[in-house]
DNA sequence: ACGCCATGTTCCATATACCGGAACGATGAT
DNA sequence: ATCATCGTTCCGGTATATGGAACATGGCGT
């Protein structure tokens, strides 16, 4: 929608969300953060919803198994079914780990911050991260968004797209500039594009954030369409250009591990060969 | 190929509840469970929902973030918001972790296995639960609801109750006969209570489950009203009542550790001096 | 004892979201 | 070209959520 907003204020532990479902889910995230029981009026506080919502909210978390009551119905906390939840999650999600596993060994490897990608919308989110340990970093959560033209991988996923795919995504908004080498003309744009797809990999030249430097490359898939990118990002005081070329010869490997684990992951697809 | 009827009803996979937003719930367990991609179809058949309706539900979570698509969209699975809030839960959840050490202990202790309850409605709910090794032994497992007439840990819950608050609790229905032994006669259980509460602590001989002995005291509370109980469960063949009443001390000695537990949990209380 | 305040609970008219059969669309196999 | 399969959209009927106001409870001070 608009431009990040960064909010200085402590936290007003906004719970909201389109459908009311959604915003059981974001209250919650309040309540999983949390170390200690919890009351009623103190959600009220927090959260800001009316009173009898919240009363309610919480009866049905309650009634579910998600939430526990304490004996004298003053305090609540998390529920034998909520644990149990979050533990079959996390023994079970087995990709994740193992994505983790080989973006940590890459860190190791290059000595950089990386992370893999995904495209959602018309923006690449950070799925996941690995900062290096080198005390010049930037700082930058999974879960964040960047436009597609002036990152790496946002470069690589437009360029496997149908040129007719690729503009009707672009059409939606201009091309915002963030730094001086941001690139904002469509045309520039389409040659770079044709460059990505030659050379296989793509970089961000300071095109997002002014000193910092990213190359990247796809997740190979057999069909050719890949919606996971992986990437380095460095400072450009310790990553030139000549640098970040030898690192890829160790980006690619990694890329590949992360398509087996993908690969391994999916239902029984024909795909038999 | 010819229609290939793997299933042998492995399971129908229930996904309900009382509300939309608990029938979401519900089908995020399923999910949990899985340690592959699944497909829209696949879900339809697994549980039985219409196909609309479960479109909907998938296109909510993953609008929410709490699960990702594949590129092509054919492919879901766990989302980065529902791997974090997991995380949180299981992290911040040190109640649950230190009550689990104490009753492993415990069990250790005492060579048999060992739950904590607490009282919902009228009725004892297993909150956690750790097996003897033992080869011989009942399995009941934790989320389990037995009534609170016939187990020990149920008739301490009564026996903290003003008598015309556990009156209104047991009018409510006839106390249902599991054994020989179950306590039928309301004048009789009174009676049994008071002792319980002499005793401060309480016993099930063959009350709900034929073979099954039981020794039960409360967690303690500082204002007198616990709703967490702590109980060994052996078979009779193996532990009398003498031998049950040796192992008191070690189980008081349980309680009280998770009393300090959850007394640091509690929010700051007006610090009762 | 008494009233007072903070907190939890219930009511209910209105607004909203959900439901799922049916029809349509996209994709790939034959 | 034709069919089969799976994903997506439509839409009117119905169940659910919403939250202001009022009520209930219990702890505290006087």
Redesign the pocket.
Known sequence: MSETKLKSIPEPARVDG????L?LFSLLEVIARKDQFF???SL?EETG?????L???LQ?LESAGMLQRDAD??FYGPGLRLRRLAEDLLLNNTVHGARHAVLRKLVEEVGESCNITALSGSEVLYLDRVETQAPLRFYLHPGSRVPAHCSASGKLFLAQMMPAQRRRLLDRAPLEKYTAQTITDFDALEREIESVKREGHAIDNEEFLPGLFCIAVLVPRPDGRSNTGIAIQAPVMRVSRDKALAFLPALKRAADAIAAIDADAMPAA?TAA
């Open positions: 389109d459908t009311p479902a915003r009351s009623l009026q009220v919803l009316p009173k009898p919502t009363h309610r909210m049905q119905g003053r024909r």
